[in-house]
């Protein structure tokens, strides 16, 4: 029996990606090559190219107006902005609402100045920050976290701004609707919701990327990756097949469909959470509560480590929370099945019967 991954990061990928990907590894498209040794500049590799970022381009409804590249480094990203994007003596503004942020701005500080326009980090991140009003212009961007892998906290809506946007979407990217024409540059680790690790997906827009610094390494340079149609270098060609992949089993499972479904899987997880007694969500408001990353806790550290225990007899894994949270977070990517969440909720409806039979 399969298990139930709902660990945060690498995380669940559809079954039928898998076994793509497995026969990939033996055999891609009968070439008599593996997938792991095809040339990255060369057909076969140029067609998985220009569809992964067709289908970014067609599923974040980006009009043909975005450079769309598969970067490596995943958290590099945080350095790259500022580097590319924070001219010499201006300030970039930041929404300081969980873990990824407050690395983003210490590593964004090494660059240049940043403000700080909003924090919730005196609640330990148990909710969103109050968005910032009166943004000043003269700021370079405006850099945010769309959804708190963490903290379990999520921005559903971003206000509308004349700052050019940037976010960090890691771990909610093509899981809800979203404006992304709203944004300068968004980018996504892969193995959250989109692929295996080894590979960020950047999206820039054109104008955006014309204010680029000049003068970076070419590594660092999104600009010189854009030119070079992201093999710059040797590119991970089997995470971005694996994305690519999932992209398609998205758009053919249709992405209305899975926005739904993630609606449905969330509800069915915070309905149970707070109606179970033995659990209690760490989100301070439910309209902040991440529809991709659930964070509870129970009264105490043994409940804790029999539910933990009782979900891997169950053949259900990665349900840990954080360290910096404790407790459990269950992932809800949209590779986890609706019937994966009901197992969960079943688990947890049986767990309560058991325990207040014990006491
Ligand atoms: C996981 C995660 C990252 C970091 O990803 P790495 O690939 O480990 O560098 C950054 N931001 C968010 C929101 C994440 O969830």
């Given at each position: 029996m399969q298990k139930i991954n709902l660990g945060a990061g690498p995380a669940k990928l559809p079954q039928e990606v898998l076994e793509q990907a497995a026969a990939a590894i033996l055999d891609y498209q009968q070439s008599g090559l593996s997938i792991l040794e095809i040339p990255h500049r060369g057909k076969l590799f140029d067609a998985i190219l220009e569809e992964s970022k067709a289908l970014v381009n067609e599923l974040?409804?980006?009009?043909?107006?975005?450079?769309?590249?598969?970067?490596?480094?995943?958290?590099?990203?945080?350095?790259?902005?500022?580097?590319?994007?924070?001219?010499?003596?201006?300030?970039?503004?930041?929404?300081?609402?969980?873990?990824?942020?407050?690395?983003?701005?210490?590593?964004?500080?090494?660059?240049?100045?940043?403000?700080?326009?909003?924090?919730?980090?005196?609640?330990?991140?148990?909710?969103?920050?109050?968005?910032?009003?009166?943004?000043?212009?003269?700021?370079?961007?405006?850099?945010?976290?769309?959804?708190?892998?963490?903290?379990?906290?999520?921005?559903?809506?971003?206000?509308?701004?004349?700052?050019?946007?940037?976010?960090?979407?890691?771990?909610?990217i093509l899981s809800c609707p979203r404006n992304y024409k709203q944004y300068a540059l968004f980018y996504a680790v892969a193995q959250k919701n989109i692929g295996p690790a080894g590979v960020t997906l950047a999206a820039v827009h054109r104008s955006f990327l014309k204010k680029a610094k000049s003068g970076n390494a070419s590594m660092l340079d999104y600009a010189a990756h854009a030119r070079q149609h992201s093999v710059l270098n040797t590119p991970p060609v089997m995470a971005i097949y694996t994305s690519l992949l999932t992209l398609r089993w998205i758009k053919q499972k249709g992405k209305e469909t899975i926005f739904e479904d993630n609606r449905q899987k969330a509800q069915w997880l915070y309905d149970e959470i707070d109606r179970n007694s033995l659990f209690t969500g760490t989100v301070a408001h439910a309209a902040h509560r991440s529809g991709m990353n659930a964070c509870f806790v129970a009264k105490d550290k043994d409940t804790e480590k029999r539910f933990i225990e009782f979900c891997k007899n169950n053949e259900i894994v990665g349900i840990e929370g954080h360290r910096q949270v404790g407790g459990f977070r269950a992932s809800l990517y949209n590779a986890v099945s609706k019937s994966d969440v009901e197992k969960l909720v079943t688990l947890m409806r049986e767990f309560e019967n058991r325990e207040l039979q014990l006491s």
């Amino acid at each position: 029996m399969q298990k139930i991954n709902l660990g945060a990061g690498p995380a669940k990928l559809p079954q039928e990606v898998l076994e793509q990907a497995a026969a990939a590894i033996l055999d891609y498209q009968q070439s008599g090559l593996s997938i792991l040794e095809i040339p990255h500049r060369g057909k076969l590799f140029d067609a998985i190219l220009e569809e992964s970022k067709a289908l970014v381009n067609e599923l974040c409804e980006l009009d043909n107006d975005y450079e769309i590249l598969w970067l490596q480094g995943g958290r590099l990203q945080f350095s790259m902005v500022p580097m590319n994007f924070l001219p010499q003596g201006a300030s970039a503004g930041y929404i300081d609402s969980g873990h990824w942020a407050a690395e983003a701005i210490k590593d964004a500080a090494v660059y240049g100045n940043i403000n700080v326009l909003a924090s919730s980090q005196k609640d330990n991140y148990n909710q969103l920050p109050e968005w910032p009003k009166d943004i000043d212009p003269s700021l370079a961007y405006l850099y945010l976290t769309t959804n708190n892998t963490i903290f379990g906290t999520q921005w559903k809506n971003i206000p509308h701004t004349a700052m050019p946007l940037v976010a960090d979407m890691s771990s909610d990217i093509l899981s809800c609707p979203r404006n992304y024409k709203q944004y300068a540059l968004f980018y996504a680790v892969a193995q959250k919701n989109i692929g295996p690790a080894g590979v960020t997906l950047a999206a820039v827009h054109r104008s955006f990327l014309k204010k680029a610094k000049s003068g970076n390494a070419s590594m660092l340079d999104y600009a010189a990756h854009a030119r070079q149609h992201s093999v710059l270098n040797t590119p991970p060609v089997m995470a971005i097949y694996t994305s690519l992949l999932t992209l398609r089993w998205i758009k053919q499972k249709g992405k209305e469909t899975i926005f739904e479904d993630n609606r449905q899987k969330a509800q069915w997880l915070y309905d149970e959470i707070d109606r179970n007694s033995l659990f209690t969500g760490t989100v301070a408001h439910a309209a902040h509560r991440s529809g991709m990353n659930a964070c509870f806790v129970a009264k105490d550290k043994d409940t804790e480590k029999r539910f933990i225990e009782f979900c891997k007899n169950n053949e259900i894994v990665g349900i840990e929370g954080h360290r910096q949270v404790g407790g459990f977070r269950a992932s809800l990517y949209n590779a986890v099945s609706k019937s994966d969440v009901e197992k969960l909720v079943t688990l947890m409806r049986e767990f309560e019967n058991r325990e207040l039979q014990l006491s």
